[in-house]
């Protein structure tokens, strides 16, 4: 019996969710050492008592026909699967409190996927959502971020359709059966993510969108990414369970500020007014996900040179991707704060520098 089927037995024992199955994989290792175990070193893992134990190694012998339909199924369409116990598993989905024992996917999950950023928000956007989207998406696409969302109308759509047209990659999570589009008029949309990126869900194939679905598959979508962005999200968003989780997981969470009197910007509102970081360009986010990424930004070469005059490219040079304050420029430079400000703002003018809060600057 294979890791697969194993990992499918284990999911089909009443009361044995995600959470006692990560323990049983931190005990045990495989589920071959779990099925080989005793009672009484089963009852040793916490959460489960000797009656889970009792059913654990029952289903090990019980004829499941659902089980055999998922294999099948999965055989036959030529759909893949990780399971919480194989090394090829998403690393920072493996961290999460409740990871996926079994995550089914077309297309490919690469190293590079775990630099990557999820991007929520409300099914109807305005203008305004849609063409913040747009930039982000296409910012963070062009610093090697993979973009991550639910597959859902609006902003996840836009979100994916802008990571494919720029050649980036993109990760959708579902909240039903791989086998199952929705929403239908997505269809065309599946082969160009399976193509370039993940399609991927935790529901066996055959599961219908029910709304039960979608709160829980959140917690992939944030527990893939580095950090939560939300733009656009009503009072009672999907999108703000998603920043929830992100919270809960550790992870950054973003917030697009919106118009006040915008039923659709109360949402992201509400999260910066709590602590999530205000987002108003790529580099809001990038600086707080450079110290944890896999694959750093290198070094940007100074390609505008030609653009800037002697006395911008001598403080150019002394600013770096590491925030610096003005008297820390002006002392490289033998110089006083006040002498170099303005070249200070004709960099930042011509974009390649930025102004933090406390008068510090950085590349962009």
Do not use: W
Not at 97 to 111: A, N, W
Not at 224 to 239: C, F, M, N, Q, R
């Amino acid at each position: 019996m294979d890791s697969f089927r194993y990992t499918l037995k284990l999911l089909s024992v009443p009361g044995l969710g995600p959470r006692k199955i990560l323990s049983l994989k931190n005990k045990f290792g495989t589920p071959e050492k779990i099925y080989g175990s005793s009672l009484r070193e089963l009852s040793s893992v916490y959460g489960i008592d000797y009656r889970m134990a009792k059913r654990i190694l029952e289903s090990e012998s019980r004829d499941d026909g659902e089980i055999d339909r998922v294999i099948n199924f999965v055989e036959k369409k030529g759909i893949k699967y990780f399971t919480i116990f194989d090394t090829a598993y998403p690393k920072n989905l493996l961290e999460i409190y409740d990871p996926p024992p079994v995550l089914f996917y077309m297309g490919e999950y690469t190293e590079k996927d775990f630099d990557a950023i999820a991007v929520v928000g409300t099914r109807n956007p305005t203008l305004y959502g849609k063409s913040v989207t747009e930039s982000l998406v296409k910012e963070l696409i062009r610093n090697d971020i993979t973009i991550i969302s639910g597959f859902a109308r609006g902003i996840d759509t836009i979100a994916h359709r802008i990571a494919i047209s720029m050649g980036g990659r993109t990760i959708a999570v579902l909240g039903c059966g791989i086998d199952v589009v929705y929403p239908p008029e997505n269809k065309t949309l599946v082969t160009e993510i399976i193509t370039s990126g993940l399609y991927c869900t935790e529901y066996p194939p055959g599961t219908k969108p029910d709304a039960i679905n979608f709160p829980r598959r959140n917690r992939i979508i944030s527990g893939l990414s580095l950090g939560t962005i939300v733009i656009e999200a009503g009072e009672k968003s999907g999108a703000l369970i998603t920043a929830l989780y992100s919270l809960d997981q550790n992870r950054e969470v973003f917030a697009v500020p919106g118009r006040i009197i915008d039923k659709k910007s109360v949402g992201t509102n509400s999260l910066i007014k709590k602590g999530a970081k205000l987002v108003t360009c790529v580099e809001d986010i990038l600086e707080e996900i450079d110290k944890i990424r896999k694959y750093p930004r290198k070094p940007k070469q100074l390609e505008i040179s030609f653009k800037l005059d002697s006395e911008e490219r001598n403080v150019y040079e002394t600013i770096s991707g590491e925030p610096a304050n003005i008297d820390t420029i002006a002392e490289k430079l033998g110089k006083q704060p006040h002498e170099i400000l303005p070249t200070l703002l004709s960099l930042e003018i011509k974009g390649v520098i930025k102004q933090l809060p406390g008068k510090m600057f950085i590349r962009c």
